[in-house]
């Protein structure tokens, strides 16, 4: 065959052949260019309750606590209690060696009865004009001396014996019979725990929300319990900006006092509003934002929003009922891009 008859035909074949596949290409990528769509879920708009919750740490105290210090000072005779013991209000405790300030009543109290018969004799004599009215009185004065320096004895041999406060639990002693106590020092510490007070601080914007009697939700070590407010600080503190407040809680769950606590109160409640996951929130700069399905396509709608809690958002405004919000594909979506939606969600399947 003539080679130049041959090139003419190879060059032109091979032109059609590139034409087609082009025209192929070109086809093929407007079909998907044409029919590209965004598949992803869609949660839809419903009423529903939703309540705006504060939460806050606690601190866990005891119903009554205190450390029971030596009244007196002196040697320890007898410990009537085991720690960790509870113990009933008024029982003795503790003994302190009080044999000295005994013996020095038994001493005064017969020099007493010695001189109240000497005021009686006294007295007669001034009667038959025997003695002076001087006499008389500095016979009185010595009876009231000896009974002074008695009952002041009688002081020291009551508080000898150290009695509970009231009913409680007996903490951790560090003292044996035969030691010393100086006058103060600590002897035990005693706690009635059966209710505790839930102590805490509100943010000072939170004042108006809070009252006496009203009942907030104490959470600790897995547990909750319900407890009435009962006292609210009438300062605010000035460096913190915060307002204290106490709350009483039956103890039905052997909670120990010092332990950590949160506490959930409830600031108020809505009944039908619009409550939006918040993964579903696109946040931009100065705004927030949703994306809607509607017709086919991405709206991206700007929504004012209000309280929060762990999950979920409050929306005031932008969003009506039924609308279907973008649930997934958030990072890929724009606006006026086309969507299909291929199952709706509930907010647990989020």
Same mark, same amino acid.
């Given at each position: ?45 419903? !009423? ?114 150290? !009695? ?24 035990? $510490? ?23 009697? $009203? ?85 991206? $709608?700007?929504?004012?929003?209000? !309280? ?43």
């Amino acid at each position: 065959m003539n080679k130049s008859f041959y090139y003419p035909w190879v060059g032109i074949l091979c032109l059609a052949l590139l034409l087609s596949s082009c025209k192929q290409t070109g086809k093929s990528a407007g079909q998907k260019d044409e029919g590209s769509a965004l598949t992803a879920e869609g949660f839809v708009m419903i !009423p529903r309750h939703f309540e705006n919750k504060l939460t806050v740490t606690a601190n866990l105290l005891p119903e009554e606590s205190v450390e029971l210090k030596s009244p007196v000072s002196g040697t320890i005779l007898a410990i009537h209690f085991n720690e960790g013991q509870h113990v009933k209000k008024g029982e003795s405790l503790l003994q302190i060696d009080d044999r000295v300030w005994k013996a020095q009543v038994k001493g005064l109290k017969a020099q007493l009865i010695a001189a109240r018969k000497e005021l009686k004799r006294k007295q007669d004599l001034l009667l038959a004009e025997g003695a002076s009215q001087e006499e008389v009185e500095t016979a009185r004065s010595e009876v009231e001396q000896l009974e002074a320096q008695i009952e002041e004895l009688s002081v020291y041999i009551s508080l000898a014996s150290v !009695p509970a406060p009231f009913s409680g639990k007996i903490g951790m002693r560090d003292l044996s019979v035969g030691a010393y106590l100086s006058q103060g020092q600590t002897i035990i $510490q005693i706690v009635r725990s059966e209710q505790l007070k839930i102590d805490f601080s509100l943010p000072g914007r939170y004042i108006s929300q809070v009252k006496a009697g $009203q009942n907030i939700t104490v959470a600790s070590n897995g547990d909750t319990l319900m407890a009435p407010v009962y006292a609210i600080n009438p300062v605010v503190d000035e460096n913190a900006r915060t307002l204290q407040v106490r709350a009483r809680l039956e103890n039905k769950k052997d909670w120990f006092p010092g332990n950590f606590a949160e506490v959930i109160m409830i600031l108020d409640v809505h009944d039908s509003a619009m409550v939006v996951p918040s993964q579903l929130i696109v946040p931009e700069l100065g705004a927030e934002t949703v994306y809607i399905y509607k017709n086919g396509k991405a709206i991206k $709608q700007t929504i004012t929003t209000g !309280p929060r809690n762990e999950t979920d958002v409050l929306v005031t405004s932008g969003l009506t009922p039924g609308d279907t919000l973008l649930a997934s594909g958030l990072m890929q979506v724009r606006e006026g891009m086309s969507l299909k939606i291929n199952k709706t969600v509930s907010e647990s399947e989020l």
